[in-house]
């Protein structure tokens, strides 16, 4: 389940990066919860083809972290802006 939600976050922010038919099968499963059965018989292949898409975008997904650091960089963002919201209180 943290592994999906960390999924989530970095879908959110590098989905962009993805190809079109990643983009469409990680919604399926994440946003819409589609079994991976349910979104092969839709998309007309294999429910092992749609695992590994799954897999392959997490794995890019995990490396456009890596290397822009994007999601640190509002966790921090975010932390700070909490900090000063208490600070006022």
Not at 7 to 28: C, G, K
Not at 29 to 53: M, P, W
Request: hydrophobic fraction near 35%.
């Amino acid at each position: 389940m943290k592994d999906d939600m960390q999924f989530i976050r970095l879908w959110d922010l590098y989905s962009p990066l993805l190809t079109q038919t990643q983009q469409e099968i990680s919604h399926l499963y994440f946003n819409c919860d589609l079994s991976l059965g349910e979104i092969a018989q839709q998309k007309g292949v294999s429910r092992q083809s749609v695992s590994d898409c799954l897999q392959k975008c997490r794995k890019q997904l995990e490396e456009y972290e890596e290397k822009l650091g994007f999601a640190k960089t509002v966790e921090e963002m975010q932390s700070q802006i909490d900090r000063l919201q208490n600070a006022k209180a």
